[in-house]
């Protein structure tokens, strides 16, 4: 199957500060990523879906400016949380399809954010 | 959207027990994915099957698409089987890939 890394897997980090998180398809190329948060004992809730070369497509509810993504490469997509406040701590996974035109998906490892 | 229902929501069970984990969906899929979220927050990828029947060791899984449900069996359950288990899908409409998730089943096996 397709390998997907995420990079740090775990960061703390202050209010108000940024953090930039690293989202790799490690044996293939994505034109397309998603990333995906997951409170606590809860299911994971797609954020925003990054699209290689172009802008991201948010969810509802979910605020761009806070959360902005950039996909420069057919292998690399990055959440960088701006501003972040301890309601921003939580644990954001990446995946995507691995494209060899199935469906299928494959995630990372996850990003652990805690926010003090 | 597609709408994704996982039951139970929670299952406690003794070591060598069998299970089934159901998952409903709402609409035609492209995609269904079982998952299993490991102690650390990894997904693993279990089985892909937007329809028929796959199997791999203990686990199996079925999806009627008709039907709209898929199952997950884990047959002689071990300790390391714990965790939490998501369906995810696809909608056949959909033009963007992404998928959905349900709200897994909690499974804790005791030893």
């Known amino acids: 199957g397709a390998v ?12 108000g500060t940024s953090v930039k998180i690293e989202c790799r398809s490690l044996d293939f190329q994505a034109t397309t990523m998603f990333w995906y948060r997951q409170f606590p004992k809860q299911s994971l ?19 761009k400016d806070k959360f902005l993504i950039n996909h420069a490469s057919l292998t690399l997509s ?27 998906q494959y995630f990372g490892p996850g990003t652990r954010l805690t926010v003090t | 959207g597609i709408q994704v229902e996982q039951s139970p929501p929670d299952l406690i069970l003794q070591e060598g027990a069998n299970s089934t984990l159901r998952c409903n969906f709402s609409d035609s ?22 329809s028929g029947t796959k199997q791999n060791g203990r686990l ?26 998501f369906c995810a899908v696809e909608g056949l409409g959909n033009r963007d890939d992404k998928i959905i ?7 804790h096996i005791l030893p």
């Open chain 1, 4 to 15: 997907v890394s995420q990079h740090p897997s775990w960061v703390i980090c202050k209010s």
């Open chain 1, 45 to 63: 809730m797609l954020m925003a879906t990054s699209n290689e070369g172009s802008k991201a497509t948010y969810e509802q509810g979910v605020e």
């Open chain 1, 78 to 104: 990055t959440l960088t949380v701006t501003s972040a406040h301890p309601e921003d701590s939580s644990f954001y996974i990446c995946g995507s399809e691995d494209g060899t035109g199935s469906y299928e």
């Open chain 2, 29 to 50: 899929v492209n995609n269904l994915q079982w998952f299993h979220q490991n102690p650390w927050g990894q997904l693993i990828n279990l089985f892909y099957i937007p």
């Open chain 2, 60 to 85: 199996s899984a079925t999806t009627v698409a008709t039907e709209r449900y898929s199952l997950l069996y884990i047959s002689s359950s071990q300790t390391t089987d714990s965790g939490v288990y």
């Open chain 2, 101 to 107: 998730f349900g709200k897994g089943t909690r499974l």
